[in-house]
């Protein structure tokens, strides 16, 4: 099925002006439940239910409050809300260049494609080029159902994509969380550690080789069940312990690639290797 496109606007830098359309560019792939009455099987009904009150209530008579203080509220109706939505715009205006590397990838929130729209195919290009050949990206200011977004647009895979983003203020301060600061790293734990990175770098990203293993498990469930097979329980993993001697942990981690990689190598295994082989494994989960 052809990708749908989920609305159109205009992407504007410069005395330039580029219509677009905007698609979807991931969803998630996680299964969802509905809950049922044990007893009859039915789907339930949520209720909005007041518990000063004892009553259950329609939706018509819901209005939205905003806790200033404890049990507090400042009420709104939806008209006073719509009146302070930012005008609704099509056009994606961009403010500046930057380059990739110094946007934090903890500001990325979701992930759209855009796609030229009719007579815009030239001007697309133009733009895609020029961001790839000065190695920027794009920030703009776009308003997506009432809400207006900070975007970042940049060149990939042949096209440009936009990625919506949360603002400065919504990002949480790092510097409240305990980053282990007053730990003392021993002579040598250093440069074990950069030896197993080594041991287990490739040259590139290949997300085509991870897959999510839980729901792959709950499909074959879904479908036994569907069949009326009978389930089998699966036992609780065993729990990691935790890690005691650092650079044991460190040298175990690395002799156990060694003697995954020497099969491979065409050499025999060494005695002494073959048998740490099992408390490496238990060594490398540790270290994780």
């Known amino acids: 099925m052809p990708p749908h496109s ?5 992407l504007s830098f410069g005395l330039v002006s580029i219509p677009v359309k905007m698609y979807t560019a991931a969803t998630s792939a996680g299964l969802s439940f509905n809950l049922l009455h044990e007893k009859c099987g039915g789907r339930i009904k949520q209720q909005q239910m007041c518990p000063a009150c004892n009553e259950v209530l329609e939706r018509s008579s819901l209005v939205k409050g905003y806790e200033f203080s404890k049990d507090q509220y400042v009420r709104f109706t939806e008209e006073e809300l719509k009146t302070l939505e930012t005008e609704a715009s099509r056009m994606i205006d961009i403010a500046e260049f930057v380059p990739l590397d110094k946007v934090d990838p903890i500001y990325f929130e979701k992930t759209y494609y855009l796609g030229p729209d009719k007579g815009g195919d030239k001007a697309y290009r133009l733009l895609r080029d020029a961001m790839i050949k000065t190695g920027r990206v794009a920030l703009a200011k ?10 970042l647009i940049r060149a990939s895979q042949d096209g440009l994509m936009l990625h919506t983003m949360y603002f400065a203020e919504e990002i949480r301060d790092f510097g ?28 590139e990203f290949k997300p085509d080789q991870y897959h999510d293993a839980y729901r792959d498990r709950l499909l074959e469930v879904v479908e036994a069940k569907v069949e009326g097979k009978e389930i089998t329980a699966i036992g609780p993993q065993v729990q990691r312990t935790q890690v ?11 002799e156990s690639r060694v003697s995954k990689d020497t099969p491979a190598r065409g050499k025999k295994p060494a005695v002494k290797a073959s048998r740490t082989a099992p408390a490496a494994k238990e060594s490398k989960r540790a270290s994780r």
């Open 176 to 203: 409240e969380i305990d980053k282990g600061a007053n730990a003392t790293i021993k002579s040598g734990e250093l440069e074990l550690a950069q030896r197993l990175i080594d041991e287990l770098s490739n040259t």
């Open 6 to 10: 989920i609305g159109s606007g205009t």
């Open 142 to 151: 776009f308003v997506m159902r009432g809400k207006e977004n900070l975007v």
């Open 244 to 254: 005691i001697d650092l650079m044991e942990a460190l040298k175990q981690s690395l």
